[in-house]
């Protein structure tokens, strides 16, 4: 028998605080429902295989690697620990990048070579040169604003970790399952270095909260609407989100189906200076993702912003320190009680105006890009509040959708969505919220 692992890992949204928060700000971001999956399989003596193949499903696409290469090109090969994370040197970086470039990717594909890379240095890292077979698959749109590098990067080195040494794990246990803390935080440390081979000089927020998150029980109410009760450890509280039709709505709206008096956890979090703080909130959110389709490198966006910052530090360091404003207002807006319709209908307004606040510091940063403007334009026909996410250049915007009126809601969705639509752009609904990094195990006969 051979064990085989899969390992998925979550998306982001970041609602308030990308970019300013690799220069001390505050970031405001939430787990959503959608995940990247990454499956590990070693192969058996009679598998006569002594290669390290990866395959990209999404695209279809196989790589591989003969283990006598890797030994001859890769320096420092079998002589990390996988419990002691570390940073690519500057000689097995370009032994990586030779790797890659030996596989000769077509233009349209160079934007995996980043990812590529992380791959070899994480997998070399903490299984040397063991022959194995790795496949990915996701459902995030990939180089858009919603983490797909970091959920990447924390599904693999999960999957890594849980077999290795470093971990203890029930291989015998049936369905998903996750990591005790300590191991969560080697995941979460293997996956920064990931995203750092990816991005250079990422601010952690993506991987922490693909890494890190909460468990779903999904009930049903005996009039079929379902609702979701979800323990976060850190915490000890519920959280509670009801699904009505292909919403995800929060259980105040339907206070009459539900006589709940739990208090709620939503599972948003502050970044600042590598540190994550679960926030407390009975505030329904939900979000319309708008995927531009514009492809962008958020490597050079990163770069950009802070050689901005160096030609105009005085004036950069204000446009930080309003950003921080803003996400600590965000958090006081999500923590404060919500009483009635009315409350909530006040503090989505606030919500709004500060995501448009925060858009145009992004666009004093230079990270805008026509695509998004034109999101924001169509959506503020609307009187709706759009704003981008993660990077910029393109990628995925998000825009606040009222909760207080569910009939009106809908019919504003719908339209601005064939609006978008007709753009070229593509549009779904994101649930705020979703389970963290998880494992499953099978075994299969030789």
Known sequence: MTMEVRARAPGKIILAGEHAVVHGSTAVAAAIDLYTYVSLRFPTPHDNDDALKLQLKDVDMEFSWPVRKLKEVLPELGIKSASSPSSCSLETSKAIASLVEELNLADAKLGLASGISAFL???????????????????????????????????????????SDSSKLDFSHQGWQTFGESELVLVNKWAFEGEKMIHGRPSGIDNT?????????ECKHPNNVKFTTTYCKELKNLIVVLKYGKYLLHWEIFLGLFQLTKSITGNIVTFRSGELTHIKTNMPLKMLVTNTKVGRN?????????????????????????????????????????????????????????????????????????????????????KL?????????????????????????????????????????????????????EISFSGFSS
Not at 302 to 329: C, L, Q, W
Not at 392 to 416: E, I, M, N, R, S
């Open 121 to 163: 240095w994480l997998y070399t890292s903490i299984h040397g040169d063991k022959p194995a077979k790795v496949a990915v698959t996701s459902e995030l749109p990939l180089g858009s604003g919603m983490g797909s590098s970091a959920a990447l990067c924390v599904a693999l080195s999960a999957a890594l970790l849980s077999l």
């Open 209 to 217: 909260v693909s890494t890190f998150g909460t468990e779903y029980d």
């Open 298 to 382: 958020t490597r050079a966006l990163v770069a950009g912003v802070s050689e901005r910052t160096a030609r105009h530090g005085s004036a950069m360091t204000s446009v930080f320190k309003a950003v921080d404003s803003i996400s600590n207002e965000v958090v006081g807006i999500i923590q404060s009680p919500v009483s009635d319709d009315l409350a909530i209908t006040e503090k989505e307004e606030k919500l709004g105006e500060l995501m448009e606040m925060n858009q145009g510091l992004l666009q004093c940063m230079g990270v805008s890009h026509s695509s998004i403007e034109t999101v924001i334009k169509t959506t503020l026909k609307y």
């Open 385 to 437: 509040a759009t704003k981008l996410t993660g990077a910029g250049g393109g990628g995925c915007v998000l825009t606040l959708l009222p909760t207080h009126d569910l009939v009106l809601a809908a019919t504003v969705v719908d339209k601005v969505i064939r609006e978008l639509e007709d753009c070229g752009f593509k549009c779904l609904i994101a649930g705020i919220g979703g389970r963290g990094m």
